[in-house]
């Protein structure tokens, strides 16, 4: 009668310890870094960067300006009509795949 109960006493204080273990694991994990910028501030800060549409680098607020109100004065070149049907095609066989995608276009 001892023996079992001792083991009862032994089993459940060694769950208890796992439990309480796994339960700090968990609240240390669930907390963002330290060094992260909480939402909040993110979203107040004003944004003085951006890309450029045409390659993608880095450009001042000043230069972003600059760059659009030189593409709407001189709008980039049209494409070839050849060329345009060529675009269409292609993206009509991209429809056509996804919906026969048995079919070998």
Do not use: C
């Amino acid at each position: 009668m001892r023996k079992s109960i001792r083991f009862l006493v032994l089993t459940v204080s060694i769950f208890t310890l796992i439990a309480l273990n796994s339960h700090w694991g968990a609240a240390v994990m669930a907390l963002p870094p330290p060094e992260d910028t909480p939402e909040e501030i993110l979203r107040t800060q004003i944004i003085t960067e951006a890309r450029s549409p045409i390659d993608g680098k880095s450009l001042t607020a000043a230069e972003y300006a600059e760059l659009q109100a030189q593409l709407q004065k001189a709008p980039p070149p049209k494409l070839t009509s050849n060329l345009r049907q060529t675009l269409f095609l292609l993206r009509l066989r991209k429809a056509l795949r996804q919906v026969f995608p048995f079919f070998n276009f």
